[in-house]
Nanobody
Framework: QLRLVESGGGLVQPGGSLRLSCAAS??????????IGWFRQAPGKEREGVSC????????KYAESVKGRFTISRDNAKKTVYLQMNSLKPEDTAIYYC????????????????WGQGTQVTVSS
């Protein structure tokens, strides 16, 4: 399985921006075969999908709550997936995780085969 490490979280005011990174590595694995999804989990809530990108980068998906504000991208040469988050709202506050799946975007957290450790995003004035 891939090993994933998230970074880029922090404290930001409403309306601000953050860029999250998900760096991948794996022994005897080809990163190009994997779709990467971003998920988030707020206290007392289920982990939910935020965005995902296919292995080729040709397909991207967004939760309705973040559509138009967040942008997912990948740089396979760097084995890194990014989540650019703009116009952040307090309800975006959560721990953000990236997770891998084979080829296509994972439909739900249970389809993710490898998780990063998470990075905290707090949106507050």
């Amino acid at each position: 399985q891939l090993r994933l490490v998230e970074s880029g979280g922090g404290l930001v005011q409403p309306g601000g921006s953050l860029r999250l990174s998900c760096a991948a590595s794996g022994f005897r694995l080809n990163y190009y075969y994997y779709a990467i999804g971003w998920f988030r989990q707020a206290p007392g809530k289920e982990r939910e999908g935020v965005s995902c990108i296919s292995s080729s980068g040709g397909t991207t998906k967004y939760a309705e709550s973040v559509k138009g504000r967040f942008t997912i991208s990948r740089d396979n040469a760097k084995k890194t997936v990014y989540l650019q988050m703009n116009s952040l709202k307090p309800e975006d506050t959560a721990i953000y995780y990236c997770g891998s799946a084979g080829g296509s975007c994972p439909k739900a957290p249970e389809f993710v085969n490898s998780w990063g450790q998470g990075t905290q995003v707090t949106v507050s004035s």
